[in-house]
């Protein structure tokens, strides 16, 4: 089992250096994680397997939801949640939610995770998706993802688009526009 949560750490660090849309990142972009205050805050998080989380991806309720792949140890990761913070601020009055499900390792939750969620004042809905079969559930998301992050989901009533990239927040604009 640790040799598995092993490969698992790995292959996910190696997949967040993945980015396709070339936006590079400088080091005095993002903050450092090491910055975040590590003693445990007392949020509530909700944490879910793939089987609880799935639910949120087949909503079908005339809303667009937003669903961004993400962990505090992903510096693209980190460099575009204040898109996503921001559409969700513009776009909530029409019909659009933002939910950020992290991919922390759980036995950081309390001391990166949390921090991260108050010291960066995350607005959007944040869970924690903690299931080690990545093999099975990240095809279901979809078929053609790698398992790099970020990656996103942006759907409407089955209407679904898969983004394994980066975003500006012109780009995550311009995708919602075309559901709304």
Do not use: R
Not at 30 to 48: C, F, N, Q, S
Not at 53 to 69: A, G
Not at 118 to 143: C, F, G, H, R, Y
């Amino acid at each position: 089992m640790k040799l598995k949560l092993l490969f698992i750490a790995i292959l996910l660090m190696v997949s967040c250096g993945k980015n396709k849309k070339g936006n590079d990142i400088s080091a005095s972009e993002v903050e450092p994680i090491e910055h975040v205050e590590t003693k445990a805050i007392d949020i509530p998080l909700e944490i879910y397997d793939y089987a609880g989380l799935e639910t949120f991806l087949n909503l079908k309720d005339d809303k667009i939801h937003v669903v961004n792949f993400w962990a505090t140890w992903c510096a693209p990761c980190v460099k575009e949640l204040p898109y996503f913070e921001k559409l969700n601020d513009a776009y909530k009055e029409k019909g659009v939610e933002v939910m950020l499900v992290s991919l922390d390792f759980p036995h950081l939750y309390d001391k990166k995770l949390k921090p991260f969620i108050v010291k960066n004042n995350l607005q959007s809905k944040v869970v924690a998706l903690d299931d080690a079969d990545m093999n099975a559930w990240i095809p279901k998301v979809d078929e053609s993802w790698s398992g790099s992050i970020p990656a996103t989901v942006i759907y409407k009533n089955g209407d679904s688009h898969f983004y394994e990239q980066s975003f500006t927040y012109e780009e995550l604009e311009k995708e919602v526009k075309k559901m709304l």
